[in-house]
């Protein structure tokens, strides 16, 4: 009897001593237990211009300020109001392929209101190639989707998502829409969540988190990418199979005195 305690007890132990280890592991590396597999990751640690391009016709450094040691990156806007891009890694090709199923792109930005002022702020997008069946390793824009974070009449942070925009007046009347929400100063993820749906469409989920990991803004419905023209026949949708990669990510229209960012990473 005490023999088969002893056995039985240390059978407990070891299985025990096995899961906390199991825990552990995906603590450190989610993708190891079944979750995303990171195609690209960008923290600033380095200053590498690999990671953000800056958009000027001299192609300079000025515009952009990497911060090695608290791993950030300063975006300003030249004078054309146009601030930094990523090609996630893939400056020469500008496409990095993903599975649309369950392709992720998240980027965390530093929300401050006094670095706007009422009427300012910044648009952060995404932009998908379209697979050119004539020439393999070409890749041209499909489509790009933007998120407006701009502090509004009444001085007030807000985050909405944009159908297309033609004039920063056209940012105010998007804050202003019912569904924009207020954001506080602090640090938030903007999500972007492809899926493939019905009739191979692809859409698009966003949604804004929060520090402390609670989402604080999502688009009302799936978004889906619309094509620009549209032959006979054709779906007016892009489906999974005409699109290629990622092409870009790109802070745009920025008015606000400066964009932080700590990482831009892609999960899938």
């Given at each position: ?45 380095d ?41 996630f ?33 910044f ?67 903007i ?71 700590s ?6």
């Open positions: 009897m005490e023999k088969t305690m002893s056995s039985s007890r240390a059978k407990t132990i070891a299985f025990s001593v096995l899961a906390a280890l199991f825990v552990v592991i995906c603590a450190f590396s989610f993708a190891a237990c079944g979750g995303p597999d990171t195609i690209y990751q960008s923290d600033f640690s200053k590498s211009r690999n990671d953000f391009n800056v958009y000027t016709e001299s192609n300079s450094d000025s515009g952009l300020t990497i911060n090695t040691e608290d791993k950030t990156a300063t975006i300003t806007a030249n004078s054309l109001n146009q601030g930094s891009n990523t090609y890694g893939n400056n020469k090709t500008k496409n990095t392929e993903v599975d649309y199923n369950s392709a992720v792109v998240s980027v965390k930005v530093k929300v401050d209101s006094a670095t706007m002022k009422n009427g300012e702020g648009i952060w997008s995404v932009a998908l190639n379209e697979k050119l069946a004539e020439k393999a390793d070409t890749y041209t824009q499909a489509t790009e989707t933007f998120i407006y974070v701009g502090k509004d009449t009444d001085g007030k942070v807000k985050v909405y998502q944009l159908e297309s925009y033609s004039s920063i007046d056209s940012l105010q009347q998007a804050i202003a829409n019912e569904d924009a929400v207020e954001l506080v100063n602090g640090w938030y993820e999500r972007y969540a492809y899926k493939v749906a019905e009739n191979d469409v692809v859409k698009l989920d966003i949604s804004v988190v929060n520090e402390d990991g609670d989402t604080v803004y999502e688009s009302k419905n799936a978004t889906t990418l619309k094509k620009t023209s549209v032959a006979d026949g054709e779906s007016e949708y892009y489906t999974v199979d005409e699109l290629a990669g990622l092409r870009y990510g790109w802070f745009s229209l920025v008015t606000a005195d400066n964009v932080v960012v990482s831009v990473t892609v999960t899938q």
